[in-house]
């Protein structure tokens, strides 16, 4: 009697642990499905930050070329100005006319 005690109890205990170790298993398997979609996750926003940075790498590029025309033409207005500046330094001053008015 003692022994089918044993035998119930010993079994009920591997029947526990089995449940037990089921339910680990069942909780492993979540962990590693909810690290895979974190996984898959992060590749996707660490995709969308290259493609990000690729766009404002190229917006740069285009800032510096505009940047390097705006002082291109910068350079051209000064120069112009002071061509202008000194054609009129150049320019010989003519006496101030005397404007009559006739009057009838």
């Known amino acids: 009697m003692q ?3 044993a035998l119930v109890q010993g079994t009920a205990k591997v029947s526990e ?5 089921a339910t680990s298993a069942a909780e ?4 590693a499905q909810a690290l895979a979609q974190g ?3 992060m ?5 969308q930050t290259m493609q990000a940075t690729s766009e404002q790498a190229r917006a740069l590029r285009d800032v510096v070329r505009s ?3 705006l002082a291109e033409a910068a350079q051209k207005v000064s ?3 002071q061509e202008q500046a000194v054609a009129a330094a150049d320019r010989p001053r003519a ?3 005397c404007v009559s008015s006739s009057r009838a």
Do not use: F, H
């Open 28 to 31: 492993q398997a979540q962990a």
């Open 3 to 5: 022994a089918t005690q």
């Open 67 to 69: 940047n390097g025309q």
């Open 39 to 41: 996984g898959a996750e």
């Open 79 to 81: 120069r112009a100005v």
């Open 17 to 21: 642990q089995g449940r037990a170790i």
């Open 43 to 47: 590749r996707r926003m660490s995709r």
């Open 95 to 97: 006496p101030p006319r």
